[in-house]
């Protein structure tokens, strides 16, 4: 579950330090975009090599600068096409990233955004222009990250944490149909906590969230039931992504 800070600075009582010169200076904003799938029961996010310094030849999020009259949010489309030749995925602001050092260039303030995606923008992903290389990773397995994105990428996670225990988020990250040990090991992998199949299974199907389609699966044991999430569910999501 996400934490929030609810302290409250009492700006009467605290003396702030006088402005210096420098402090009248701009700080330059960027976004940077966190990209889930679930493949081959893993958690992955979306990273690319970074072409130029600082940190060239370092994994980071695809991201860059905004320019000085785009909007932000068109700024996020356009670095994600540029460095990952991934288009028209709905990105959901997620928070906004700002330690005085957190960019060795200077004073960098960073707009973050996330999404789920499906199969068919993981096989749209490869490297832009303005990257070296991109490629999958387990958020549990990341190689060294650029700047603060490791800390970026965990903040997501617990958004997606926080978001999959209320929502019929988990449509994002399953085939249309599937067996509910399949839904449970999305959630499992997701929360990384083992979860009693008893006690899961009588929860999501109090939810109302989830509808069978009477089709069985057959393998090694016994047939397993082909669930799908039901439209309602789906479209009361959507809404959410619309209006998050």
């Known amino acids: 579950m996400l934490r929030y800070d609810h302290s409250v600075v009492n700006a009467t009582a605290t003396r702030q330090p006088a402005l210096s010169a420098d402090d009248h200076l701009r700080p330059s904003v960027t976004v940077d975009l966190v990209l889930f ?4 029961g893993e958690l992955r996010v979306l990273l690319i090599k970074r072409r130029h310094s600082p940190f060239a030849d370092s994994w980071a999020l695809p991201g860059g600068f905004v ?3 785009e909007r932000i949010e068109d700024a996020a489309a356009r670095e994600l096409a540029e460095e990952t030749t991934v288009e028209g995925v709905y990105l959901e602001q997620l928070y906004t990233f700002g330690e005085p050092d ?16 499906g199969a068919d923008v993981v096989q749209q992903a490869h490297a832009g222009a303005e990257a070296s290389d991109a490629g999958w990773f387990s958020v549990y397995a990341l190689p060294p ?13 617990q958004r997606l944490r926080y978001k999959l225990e209320y929502t019929a988020l988990g449509f994002f990250l399953l085939p249309e149909e599937f067996t509910l040990s ?10 990384c906590e083992p979860l009693d199949k008893r006690n899961f299974r009588r929860k999501i199907l109090t939810q109302g969230i989830l509808e069978s389609t009477t089709k069985l ?9 082909l669930y799908r999430f039901a439209a309602a569910a789906i479209e009361l ?3 959410r992504r619309r209006f998050p």
């Open 37 to 40: 799938t679930f493949a081959e």
């Open 67 to 69: 320019g000085i009259h």
């Open 102 to 117: 957190r960019d060795p260039r200077g004073r960098v303030i960073t707009v973050a955004y996330f999404a789920i995606v």
């Open 145 to 157: 990250l650029a700047f603060d994105h490791a800390r970026i990428i965990n903040y997501a996670l």
């Open 182 to 191: 399949e839904l449970q090991q999305v959630y499992e992998v997701v929360l």
């Open 217 to 225: 699966r057959f393998g090694d044991h016994r047939p397993a039931k």
């Open 237 to 239: 999501e959507k809404a």
